[in-house]
T-cell receptor
Framework: DTAVSQTPKYLVTQMGNDKSIKCEQN?????MYWYKQDSKKFLKIMFS???????INETVPNRFSPKSPDKAHLNLHINSLELGDSAVYFC???????????????FGPGTRLTVL | AQKVTQAQTEISVVEKEDVTLDCVYE???????LFWYKQPPSGELVFLIR??????QNEISGRYSWNFQKSTSSFNFTITASQVVDSAVYFC???????????FGAGTTVTVRA
């Protein structure tokens, strides 16, 4: 059983298009994240939702909009795609424990986005 | 602000050699968590270990061991008797209490040659 799943795994699209990446976790976690990994493998947080509430919103262009319909899903919509958006996007989830301390994050397989 | 430095960009070893990956972190928080993740060529990110700032015990898991030293702000990772399957990018990460995000180091690419 896949713990954190993302679709699609690969996404090739033209500049200017709008696209979405979906993420689902079946771990019962209450917090989900989006990370971007660039061509040099550097990983950076983009967004995080806790119980469907946005708690992290790093300096990301507003062309990127996360949506969390429920605790198990966090989707990422990107408008007007640009060449620089080409990267691998990882979804992750974690559970905040009784002391309100977030635990380790479990990552999805990644979505490789290529903008032509 | 938090910062994680993995000074080694790439390490290449021959099978059965030991390899140690360095990780140095910076934070003003007294409660924090350190992590190691592995990213094999297939691309997924695999959680390896979490260490709390108040627990300086070193840990061994099979051929993997971790050395946490608060005095030097380091959390180093050693692979003993490396195998080809250990070839991957290894990331060290830091999270402070009351902050949800992970701050990752730049990663160290380990190549184990047969």
């Amino acid at each position: 059983d896949t713990a954190v799943s993302q679709t699609p795994k690969y996404l090739v699209t033209q500049m200017g298009n709008d696209k979405s990446i979906k993420c689902e976790q079946n771990l019962g976690h209450d917090t989900m994240y989006w990370y971007k990994q660039d061509s040099k493998k550097f990983l950076k947080i983009m967004f995080s939702y806790n119980n469907k509430e946005l708690i992290i919103n790093e300096t990301v262009p507003n062309r990127f909009s996360p949506k969390s319909p429920d605790k198990a899903h966090l989707n990422l919509h990107i408008n007007s795609l640009e060449l620089g958006d080409s990267a691998v996007y990882f979804c992750a989830s974690s559970q905040v424990d009784r002391l309100s301390l977030p635990n380790e994050q479990f990552f999805g397989p990644g979505t490789r986005l290529t903008v032509l | 602000a938090q910062k994680v430095t993995q000074a080694q960009t790439e390490i290449s070893v021959v099978e059965k050699e030991d390899v140690t990956l360095d990780c140095v972190y910076e934070t003003r928080d007294t409660t924090y968590y350190l992590f190691w993740y592995k990213q094999p060529p297939s691309g997924e990110l695999v959680f390896l270990i979490r260490r709390n700032s108040f627990d300086e015990q070193n840990e061994i898991s099979g051929r993997y061991s971790w050395n946490f030293q608060k005095s030097t702000s380091s959390f180093n990772f050693t692979i003993t008797a490396s195998q080809v399957v250990d070839s991957a990018v290894y990331f060290c990460a830091l999270k402070v209490a009351n902050d949800y995000k992970l701050s990752f180091g730049a990663g160290t690419t380990v190549t184990v040659r047969a």
